[in-house]
Structures are given as structure tokens and as C-alpha cells.
């Protein structure tokens, strides 16, 4: 049996370091260009489609990329792949891991390596309707940030508070977003 390595199981090198930081760099210069030029152009629109299959799962299209969402046998599902919540835990992750890189760019501060754990509490009396007192989404969640690099812990801990203030999925959890829907027969 061949084992796959991802690339983000590769360490990081200092290669790949200057090369995210390149990177980091010249897409910062060229929104700041686009936006410069037309403020308009900061913003953007995200389009995901979901499919339902087998007993509650949902096969997602994002782009270029597609995935499945289920659930645990115990809320139906046939456990194929991680659930919503869990995707929402690994969505604020995920930003975080992004936003963490963008903003430790542009403050000068230094990465060796992160890593971020989320855990989230749900009640599900609220998803199955038992409890109206109880909400059906996530009661608190805990994100544990580990960095390492030759920065302070001051500085980390400064970086972490911009990141809080600019996390786009973090926002989705922190304030209320406008949603609707519109349910139509086909």
C-alpha cells in the first residue's frame, strides 16, 4: 500500500516560508492595487451548491472542488464524512490559519509553525425542537492557538487579537449575518 503525503504534512522550509511570504506580499500589493482603483472591487461573492444523498448527507460543489457532508449514524446519518458543525469548526480553522498568515506578513511577525484545535458545545435539544429555550446552534466554542517562531509571547498574543478583529468565519459566529432562503418546488 502507497501512503499519500499531503502537502501540508511536508515541514515547512525555508523555501516554502520566503515563498509564502512572497506570495502573502504580492496579493496584498494587488488588492490594494484593485481597490485603489475601483473600491468596488473589495467586494466579493461566494456561490456553494449542495446536493442531497444518501440518507442526510449532501455532496457540496464549491468551485473547482467538491466534497460530502453527513452525519453520525446516531443523528441519521451513514457517517461518511464529518459533519456540518464539525465543517463549521474547520471552516473558523481554516480562516484563522489564513488570516493568522496574512496579518503575522504584514506585522513583521514570524511563523514557524501553528496549529489551531477548535471545540464547539451543541445541545441538541434545540435541533430537535424539545427545548424553544435552547438554541440550535453552538453554545460556545474554544479555539486553542499554538505558534511557534522566535517572537514573544506579547507579540503572538497581539497578532491573535488582530486576527479576532479580521477572521471573516470568526465574524460569521461573533455577530448576526443577515440569512435568507427561498423555497421553491421544482
Not at 18 to 34: F, I, M, N, P, V
Not at 71 to 76: F, G, K, V
Request: charged content about 25%; some cysteine.
Amino acid at each position: 500500500m502507497t501512503e499519500t503525503i499531503t502537502r501540508s504534512e511536508i515541514p515547512e522550509t525555508t523555501d516554502a516560508a520566503t515563498q509564502r511570504s512572497a506570495r502573502l506580499g504580492e496579493a496584498g500589493t494587488a488588492w490594494a492595487k484593485r481597490i485603489g482603483a475601483k473600491a468596488e472591487n473589495a467586494k466579493l461573492s461566494y456561490k456553494v451548491t449542495g446536493v442531497g444523498v444518501g440518507s442526510v448527507a449532501t455532496r457540496i460543489s464549491a468551485g473547482n472542488h467538491q466534497f460530502t457532508v453527513d452525519e453520525p449514524a446516531a443523528l441519521a446519518g451513514d457517517d461518511v464524512a464529518a459533519s456540518p458543525v464539525e465543517y463549521a469548526l474547520g471552516a473558523v480553522i481554516a480562516c484563522q490559519v489564513v488570516v493568522y498568515r496574512l496579518y503575522a506578513e504584514q506585522l513583521g511577525i514570524q511563523i514557524d509553525d501553528i496549529t489551531i484545535d477548535a471545540e464547539g458545545d451543541l445541545d441538541v435539544r434545540g435541533l430537535f425542537g424539545l427545548d424553544e429555550a435552547v438554541r440550535p446552534g453552538f453554545s460556545d466554542i474554544r479555539l486553542a492557538v499554538s505558534i511557534s517562531g522566535p517572537e514573544s509571547q506579547e507579540r503572538y498574543e497581539e497578532l491573535g487579537r488582530t486576527v479576532e478583529a479580521r477572521c471573516p468565519v470568526q465574524d460569521l459566529f461573533s455577530n448576526t449575518t443577515p440569512l435568507s432562503a427561498v423555497v421553491t418546488k421544482v
